[in-house]
């Protein structure tokens, strides 16, 4: 089992800066392919970027986004650029498979969330 814990969501303006953390309960999580997905509110929960040996962002985020880790156990969600539409509650996601899936149903773990707000 796998529990992921997100931080570092607030209110910025538009072109502001936030990175987000999740920290996972286990160090061997490097094993698994890490993701970021964001909900806004009305809407289905979307792909943002994911890692394992490489890394895959959602077009959206291209450019913008990084997602990085550290060698023990946390995983960050560095925003750039932000726009107001990417507001959205960002969840982390632990995927057992080395595939970087951009589909929900591929991970097995997932964080509780964190808001990002980005005012214009």
């Known amino acids: 089992q796998v529990q992921l814990a997100e931080s570092g969501g607030g209110l910025v303006q538009a072109g502001g800066s936030l990175r987000l953390s999740c920290a996972a309960s286990r160090h061997t999580f490097s094993s698994y392919t890490m993701g970021w997905f964001r909900q806004a509110q009305g809407k289905e929960r979307e792909f943002v970027a994911g890692m394992h040996w490489g890394t895959r962002y959602a077009d959206f985020v291209k450019g913008r986004f990084t997602i990085s880790r550290d060698n023990v156990n946390t995983v960050y969600l560095q925003m750039n650029s932000l726009k107001p539409e990417d507001t959205a509650v960002y969840y982390c996601?632990?995927?057992?498979?080395?595939?970087?899936?951009?589909?929900?149903?591929?991970?097995?773990?997932w964080g509780q969330g964190t808001q990002v707000t980005v005012s214009s």
């Open positions: 996601a632990a995927a057992r498979s080395a595939t970087i899936s951009a589909t929900m149903s591929a991970y097995d773990y």
